[in-house]
């Protein structure tokens, strides 16, 4: 494995499209090595575009968009020009979301997602290898057919044609696809080292295995939950802070695989009944400082790359923070953290 690499995320809060420029040169300048644009609120590509304008040399990647509230075409025009604006530097992250959002927030089809999944990367592959050597396209899988590309609407070749594919997910279904047909896989920030040694691992090395793969050609990518401050006050609310948000996570039937890694499930079947009665105040009290060190790092600010290393080094190629970073805001901070992890 190679040394790992420390990327940051950019937000998407308010003004977030003019910021996005200034915001990847300050990662870029600051010692990153990539940059992560997440979909919210607001569309996770276009502020990708501008950092692609403003930089030379850090990797800009989705992290996630979601794959079926867009057709495998659209998401194929949308990365390729990406990839030809940044000069290869492109990264396509892909999300599945969950039923609700898809079918009644994007009106759109939620069946076998995994499956589907891979479906639609292979998808993309094929319209890519199209566009690269605008031989005719005909692709027919399970869920997506595109048997049509005329010259009209065929941007054709790029010189770096080759665009890594990561997906994102909690389960093993995922993990087994991104070893069958990814580049990477983006664990989820409510993780631990131990759920990613015991389910991840074993997962895409399944997937990989089944597809004639190395594990290696897998990518794991992961964004860490960090406990820190200049003082026990500030500490102690990040902690409290981070305890509901564990809570709310760990309530959730999809993500109790990670609780199972430790051997939590009780807690996790308690919270998810206190969820449902919306006893939302009971519920962080249900975990414990062992379960937040397990899903977090605590550390002071000069401290926290070295924790990284110690944490994630030989486990993961790609580290971030949860915390967006904004360019002029502790500069200081993330500065100590470049370096740490040095």
Not at 15 to 27: F, H, V
Not at 259 to 273: F, I, K, Q, T
Request: aromatic share 10%; charged share 25%; with cysteine.
């Amino acid at each position: 494995m190679s040394p790992m690499q420390l990327d940051a995320s950019i937000g998407t809060g308010r003004d977030y499209l003019k910021r996005a420029g200034a915001s990847a040169r300050a990662i870029e300048e600051l010692g990153f090595s990539g940059l992560w644009s997440s979909e919210t609120q607001h569309d996770g590509f276009l502020p990708l575009a501008l950092a692609a304008e403003s930089t030379e040399s850090i990797s800009l990647g989705t992290s996630i968009a979601v794959a079926f509230s867009r057709s495998p075409m659209e998401t194929a025009q949308t990365a390729w020009d990406l990839q030809s604006l940044s000069n290869g530097r492109f990264i396509l992250g892909l999300g599945t979301q969950v039923k609700a959002h898809v079918t009644r927030r994007f009106s759109m089809p939620f069946d076998s997602p995994a499956a589907r999944l891979k479906d639609y990367i292979l998808a993309l592959r094929a319209i890519w290898h199209s566009f690269q050597t605008e031989e005719p396209l005909k692709y027919e899988g399970e869920f997506y057919r595109h048997t049509l590309l005329t010259p009209f609407f065929d941007p054709g070749p790029i010189e770096q044609p080759e665009i890594p594919v990561h997906i994102a997910g909690v389960n093993e279904r995922l993990a087994t696809v991104a070893g069958e047909v990814c580049d990477g896989f983006h664990v989820h920030p409510f993780h631990s080292p131990e759920y990613v040694r015991r389910t991840v691992l074993p997962a895409i090395e399944r997937g990989a295995s089944s597809a004639g793969r190395e594990p290696d050609d897998v990518d794991l990518v992961a964004s860490a939950f960090v406990v820190t401050g200049e003082d026990e006050r500030e500490i102690a609310e990040q902690r409290e802070t981070l305890r509901s948000q564990a809570a709310f996570y760990a309530s959730t039937p999809s993500y109790r695989v990670v609780l199972e890694a430790h051997g939590w499930e009780d807690v996790g079947m308690r919270l998810s009944s206190l969820a449902r009665e919306k006893k939302w105040k009971e519920m962080p009290a249900l975990v414990t400082d062992e379960m937040l060190s397990a899903f977090a790092i605590e550390a002071a600010p000069d401290e926290i790359g070295n924790v990284l290393k110690e944490r994630y080094e030989g486990l993961v190629d790609r580290i971030s923070l949860y915390v967006p970073f904004v360019p002029a805001e502790r500069d200081d901070f993330w500065r100590t953290i470049v370096e740490g992890m040095r």
